[in-house]
């Protein structure tokens, strides 16, 4: 482990504060939900999900298999048909409505289920995932009723059943990303949440029946790829709205070529945070860390690739040191930690073996010293500076408490250089002036690029990548208009 002889090496101590979880009820085994009720899989298959901060057993979760699926399809198809498509849009954004303020309700228990359930610090949980899953319910059911609005001159329907497929880093609110717009502009839904992490989605299952949603009109049917594969090729399913990884991302699109389903894809990133020697270095720090290190690397538009301005990378690298010093690796329940468990023991070989590639290549790595439980699955933040342009761990995404630091001198160069990767998911960009930040807005192939801030998430604000990082906005008017076609 490399230390900084410049820095004194400071142990932070705190005392714990452990978030309660004597108010959370978890079932032992979680059925299907299909058509408003709870299902047994097919197959009569169960599996566990896991908490990764201590590796013990939550739940059994439902396998569900290509029957099952079919099952739902039938169900969202019979919801779309009977009732769903021909309620009138206020009546739909009623539910939609009691969705949202249902959800708040229960706030506090869903963001402890996400923590136990994903690993993620508590006070992402508690302050981004459920804070921004309820809003998103808010604003698309806001919409509900206005879709004239939302396409001045343009007749618009909805599509029919949605499939959609939900990674394991932000499980309640990629959910709500998919079913709110979904429900809003009128199509009923098939989800499928992460193998890992299923158990917030069921616990919105159990909302969407208290706020007494017709039924068939969402369906969850957890399970693994396989089951994800099923909702893809069904034929009965009219768009599928995927967020994963770049390879599975391939394989749905092939899947679906020469079909008429619609598809959006929201994948992978290796996103640029770019410094300029006029920033404002603490805040601009202070970003870097919530860019890549406040969610253990597990964003899709994480700030993992970063450019410092040649002059300022000495102070830059300086002071993120000493800020990583102070970063407490540990317990995600506990309020204090920054950096919680690694999701899954798959997803923490993946980011050792980057590691292990880094330095092969020649870079060198930095750890701060930290203690990290012996049960569980922890990386330490890791920086590693002395990184080629062509070097593995700067060019593919590695989905953990990475960074990479490179320099750069001109706005040419930064740009020539954030560009070149096959992804185009986020930017961030670090400078005093408003001209410089258009400037770079329009030349950096990114589909969000933040200025003076990194990682900030608002439900009316459209979100989507170019390239390799996928096609097709949610969030926004956009979001909506990915599930409606124009007649
Ligand atoms: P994954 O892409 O395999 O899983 C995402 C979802 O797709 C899960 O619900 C999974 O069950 C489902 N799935 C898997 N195979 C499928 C198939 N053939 N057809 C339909 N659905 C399928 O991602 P995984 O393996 O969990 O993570 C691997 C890498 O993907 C990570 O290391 C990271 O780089 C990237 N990733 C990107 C995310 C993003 O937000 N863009 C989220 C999670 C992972
Ligand atoms: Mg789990």
Redesign the pocket.
Known sequence: MATNKNIPEVEWEYAPSLEGTSHIQLKKKYDLFIGGKWVKPSSGKYFQSINPANEEVLAEVAYGSEKDVDIAVKAARKAYNEVWSIMPAAERAKYIYRIARLMQERARELAVIETLDGGKTIREARDIDVPLACNHFFYYAGWADKLEYAFPNRKVESLGVAGQ?????FPLLMAAWKIAPALAAGNTVVL????TTSLTALKLAEIIEAAGLPAGVVNIVTG??D???A??NHSDVNKIA????T??GK??QKALAGTSKKLTL????KSANIIFDDAPIDQAVEGIVNGIFFNQGHV?CAGSRLFVQENVAEKVIAKLKERLKTLYVGNPLDKNTDIGAINSKE?LA?ITKYLEIGKQEGAEMYQPACTIPAKGFYCPPTLFTNVAQSNRIAQE?I?GPVLTIQTFRTIDEVIQKANNSPYGLAAGVWTEKGARIFNMANQLNAGVIWANTYNKFDPTSPFGGYKESGFGREGGVHGLAAYVKFV
Do not use: D, M, R
């Open positions: 497929i939900i990674p394991w880093n499928k949440p992460a193998e693994y790829g089951t994800g594969a909702i893809v995927f967020t994963g990884s390879n599975v394989i749905i929201e994948l992978g990133g899709c997803q993946t995404e989905f």
